[in-house]
T-cell receptor, first 113, second 112 residues
Framework: SQTIHQWPATLVQPVGSPLSLECTVE??????LYWYRQAAGRGLQLLFY??????ISSEVPQNLSASRPQDRQFILSSKKLLLSDSGFYLC????????????FGPGTRLTVT | DQQVKQNSPSLSVQEGRISILNCDYT??????FLWYKKYPAEGPTFLIS?????DKNEDGRFTVFLNKSAKHLSLHIVPSQPGDSAVYFC???????????FGTGTRLKVLA
């Protein structure tokens, strides 16, 4: 069966510090991978998605970046965090295009102080 | 530009009664819709989906209705149970894309 891991579960970082969140998927090959952020009153905001190694599509211009160094690994990064980067970050995977459900990881609660 | 809207941020329902959660969308290209349930500090879990070729899909206590002319879908939960208390998100996608657009969520509270 497929599983998705995210770490860390919680993170408190000062403004201006770097960020690295990691997501890995087990039990499937060539998944589409996604990063979402849940902020108050904003629902689930799609940040990045990737349909293959090294392929990254950015949805929201901001100081975050994403990378996919391996088929089942997706990394969210920032060089300098802003207060507005606080939120609940979710990784998800999906197979196919245009239909089917996404499967979400447990999430990372990021607080920027 | 919110293409998927859930206009009710919260809803309270008595246990055993019907819960109706609503979702409106603006993009006519959307042809696949999903509902997710989310508990605090956890990732969303998939509940039910519907393709635009249907107007109803049922799975146990959960039924999703799609009204394409009104660009509206709804999730019915019958009977509602206290364990259904969570935030519910609707999402939409379309053929040829890898993207899913989510609404802002509705917090459902089922009162015992």
């Amino acid at each position: 069966s497929q599983t998705i891991h995210q770490w860390p579960a919680t993170l408190v970082q000062p403004v201006g510090s770097p960020l690295s969140l990691e997501c890995t998927v087990e039990g499937t090959s060539n998944p589409n991978l996604y990063w979402y952020r849940q902020a108050a009153g904003r629902g689930l905001q799609l940040l990045f998605y990737s349909v293959g190694i090294g392929q990254i599509s950015s949805e929201v211009p901001q100081n975050l970046s994403a990378s996919r160094p391996q088929d089942r690994q997706f990394i969210l990064s920032s060089k300098k965090l802003l207060l507005s980067d606080s939120g609940f970050y979710l990784c998800a995977w999906h197979l196919g295009q245009g239909d089917g459900e996404q499967y979400f990881g447990p999430g990372t609660r990021l607080t920027v102080t | 530009d919110q293409q998927v809207k859930q206009n009710s941020p919260s809803l309270s329902v008595q246990e055993g009664r019907i819960s109706i959660l609503n979702c409106d969308y603006t993009n006519s290209m959307f042809d696949y819709f999903l509902w997710y349930k989310k508990y605090p500090a956890e990732g969303p879990t998939f509940l039910i989906s519907i393709s635009s070729i249907k107007d109803k899909n049922e799975d146990g206590r959960f039924t999703v209705f799609l009204n394409k002319s009104a660009k509206h879908l709804s999730l019915h939960i019958v009977p509602s149970q206290p364990g259904d208390s969570a935030v519910y998100f609707c999402a939409a996608s379309w053929s040829g894309t890898y993207k899913y657009i989510f609404g802002t969520g509705t917090r459902l509270k089922v009162l015992a």
